[in-house]
């Protein structure tokens, strides 16, 4: 099975993107995994949490996030995240999620910013 290519955005910019066997995101519905060739769909992102990720050399991957949106295709998934940061595993994320102010506070440029970074990656991959 192909792939799926896997665009991770926060305000500040590019967090990760690449191609990954599976992908498992922290949702406000309880945890949702992706393969490739998921069904469509738009989901919220938990308000912090962590995203397990696969690579496609098999390495696992994680990410500790706060709050945002995931968009996913049969071939290409893209979150949308207030902040994300990669750590070394998920013990680790979830312990840096427990610290305090980790989380950044965030206001409309910042998501103004997002916005572009997302339309650039959609002009970059030529979809709509």
Do not use: N, W
């Not at 390495?59 to 979150?79: C, M, N, W």
């Not at 595993?89 to 409309?108: M, R």
């Amino acid at each position: 099975m192909k792939p799926l290519v896997l665009t991770l955005l926060t305000p500040q910019g590019l967090v990760f993107e690449g191609e990954v066997l599976e992908a498992y995101f922290p949702t406000v519905e309880g945890p949702l995994g992706v393969l490739p060739g998921h069904t469509p769909f738009i989901a919220q992102i938990a308000p912090s949490g962590v995203i397990a990720l696969k690579d496609a050399r098999g390495f696992s991957l994680y990410f500790a996030v706060h709050q945002g949106a995931v968009e996913i295709r049969p071939d290409k998934t893209i979150a949308l995240l207030e902040s994300c940061v990669k750590m070394t595993s998920k013990e680790d994320a979830i312990a840096y999620l427990e610290k305090e102010d980790t989380f950044p506070k965030g206001g409309e440029k910042d998501i103004e910013r997002a916005e572009a970074a997302l339309a650039s990656q959609y002009a970059k991959s030529g979809t709509k």
